[in-house]
């Protein structure tokens, strides 16, 4: 009997009290509260540098491209920009803008109470301003440091997506005649059969219709599109308005930019004589890709291009050439792009400089050389960082 006893006190037990269970309830729960507390945290902290790498990562398949496809491929920045009917400032002011918004963002930028404004009146006259009142449907009211003469360009300074962009060749496009009409005609040099001003705007016809029967236009629409420039005799230059497709006889024709009339006119051909031989070519501006999605920069973060953050503080596109270098903006220097959290100060939770080098097209991120306390600037420059020859490919 005393045996037995000896070898049920002995027996492994199979199971936890009441009280370690609850101990170990407890230590779980405050380990979970921990997790919960510190997650926020550990998430602002990382979105800065998740907003940078995406910016990085979309500049480095645009160059990648342009290499692999020997053609001028690039990034867009897409936030509203439009211009004023009027002059304003200094002092508050009501202006009317061509539009009210909107951008591809998400949601999509407009104006609205408290918006801040980018003014970019050229010749480095730039000011933000802060929508002061609650705006109409197509004016709003801030007030103005500076004057600003009619035409000034209004910019919503946070950009939030971009867009791929591809720069096509120049247009100059001959259509010889043939029975039947083919659908592609002949590159070479193309002409222009009239151009004729009226007050201050000219309109150019071009010889580019099939003669059929019966006789057909082409679709210049497809080809060129407002905002490009015309050259026309080798040496002006004209920026393109409109774009006017026609039912024949009459000819496919473009409206020059208002205020940019044709040096002199180009009378029509006689009937019966040859067309004009007046040389022409259009530079195409660039293009978004088709079917490409727009990138969107995380939640609350954006490129801020206001004066003393990025460089240039204006949304311009980023080119890359085949052979890797920066084509237009930014090709003898470098361009900067100050990212950062649009709910805090400028300087809070560590803004990031994505910087583009214009010789060797090389992109790298750098931290702001700021005080985090106050965002003053250390040694009065915020870019030291970006000067560093080993990332600029030097």
């Given at each position: 009997?005393?045996?037995?006893?000896?070898?049920?006190?002995?027996s492994?037990r199979t199971?936890?009290?009441?009280?370690?269970m609850l101990?170990v309830?407890?230590?779980?729960?405050?380990?979970?509260t921990?997790?919960?507390?510190a997650?926020?945290?550990f998430?602002e902290?990382q979105?800065?540098?998740?907003?940078?790498?995406q910016v990085?990562?979309v500049?480095?398949?645009?160059?990648?491209?342009?290499?692999?496809?020997?053609?001028?491929?690039?990034?867009?920045p897409?936030?509203l920009?439009?211009?004023?009917?009027?002059?304003?400032?200094p002092?508050?002011a009501t202006?009317f803008?061509?539009s009210m918004?909107?951008?591809?963002n998400?949601p999509?930028?407009?104006?609205?109470?408290?918006?801040?404004l980018?003014?970019?009146?050229?010749?480095?006259?730039?000011e933000l301003v802060?929508?002061?009142g609650?705006p109409?449907?197509n004016?709003f009211?801030?007030?103005?440091?500076?004057?600003h003469?009619?035409?000034?360009?209004i910019?919503?300074?946070?950009?939030?997506?971009?867009?791929?962009?591809?720069?096509?060749?120049?247009f100059?496009?001959?259509?010889?005649p043939t029975?039947?009409?083919?659908?592609?005609?002949?590159?070479g040099?193309?002409?222009?059969?009239?151009g004729?001003?009226?007050?201050?705007?000219?309109v150019?016809?071009f010889?580019?219709?099939?003669?059929?029967p019966?006789?057909?236009?082409?679709?210049?629409?497809?080809e060129?599109?407002?905002g490009?420039?015309?050259?026309?005799?080798g040496?002006?230059?004209?920026?393109i308005?409109?774009?006017?497709?026609?039912?024949?006889?009459a000819l496919?024709s473009?409206?020059?930019?208002?205020g940019?009339p044709l040096?002199?006119d180009?009378?029509?051909?006689?009937?019966?004589s040859?067309p004009?031989?007046?040389?022409?070519?259009?530079i195409?501006?660039p293009?978004t890709l088709t079917?490409?999605?727009i990138?969107k920069?995380?939640a609350d973060?954006?490129?801020d291009l206001?004066?003393?953050?990025?460089?240039?503080?204006?949304?311009?596109?980023?080119?890359?050439?085949?052979?890797?270098?920066l084509?237009?903006?930014?090709n003898?220097?470098?361009?900067?792009?100050?990212?950062?959290?649009?709910?805090?100060?400028?300087?809070?939770g560590g803004?990031?400089l994505?910087?583009?080098?214009?010789?060797?097209g090389?992109?790298?991120a750098h931290?702001a050389?700021l005080?985090?306390?106050?965002g003053?600037?250390?040694?009065?420059?915020?870019y030291?960082?970006?000067q560093?020859?080993?990332?600029?490919?030097?």
């Amino acid at each position: 009997m005393n045996q037995h006893r000896r070898k049920a006190a002995v027996s492994p037990r199979t199971g936890f009290t009441l009280i370690e269970m609850l101990v170990v309830i407890g230590i779980v729960i405050v380990l979970a509260t921990l997790a919960v507390l510190a997650a926020p945290r550990f998430s602002e902290s990382q979105k800065i540098s998740l907003a940078a790498s995406q910016v990085q990562g979309v500049l480095a398949i645009a160059k990648q491209r342009a290499y692999r496809d020997k053609l001028v491929y690039g990034v867009r920045p897409l936030t509203l920009q439009t211009t004023s009917a009027a002059a304003a400032g200094p002092g508050p002011a009501t202006v009317f803008p061509g539009s009210m918004g909107s951008s591809n963002n998400d949601p999509p930028d407009d104006i609205h109470l408290g918006s801040t404004l980018l003014i970019d009146a050229g010749t480095g006259s730039q000011e933000l301003v802060v929508v002061t009142g609650t705006p109409s449907p197509n004016s709003f009211t801030a007030n103005f440091m500076k004057a600003h003469a009619k035409g000034f360009t209004i910019i919503d300074p946070f950009v939030r997506a971009f867009a791929y962009i591809v720069q096509p060749d120049d247009f100059s496009l001959s259509i010889l005649p043939t029975n039947p009409p083919t659908p592609t005609g002949t590159i070479g040099p193309g002409t222009i059969n009239a151009g004729i001003t009226v007050g201050t705007t000219s309109v150019v016809q071009f010889n580019l219709q099939y003669p059929g029967p019966p006789a057909t236009n082409f679709d210049l629409s497809t080809e060129v599109l407002p905002g490009d420039l015309l050259v026309v005799r080798g040496t002006e230059v004209h920026e393109i308005f409109s774009v006017t497709v026609p039912a024949p006889p009459a000819l496919p024709s473009v409206t020059l930019l208002p205020g940019s009339p044709l040096a002199s006119d180009i009378p029509p051909a006689p009937p019966g004589s040859p067309p004009n031989v007046v040389p022409y070519r259009i530079i195409r501006r660039p293009r978004t890709l088709t079917g490409e999605p727009i990138v969107k920069l995380p939640a609350d973060t954006a490129v801020d291009l206001s004066p003393l953050r990025s460089q240039p503080s204006a949304p311009v596109d980023v080119l890359f050439a085949p052979w890797g270098g920066l084509v237009g903006a930014g090709n003898q220097g470098k361009i900067i792009w100050w990212v950062r959290d649009i709910e805090k100060q400028f300087f809070e939770g560590g803004p990031t400089l994505v910087t583009v080098y214009g010789r060797t097209g090389a992109v790298a991120a750098h931290l702001a050389n700021l005080d985090p306390a106050t965002g003053a600037a250390y040694n009065n420059n915020y870019y030291q960082f970006t000067q560093d020859g080993r990332n600029s490919g030097m």
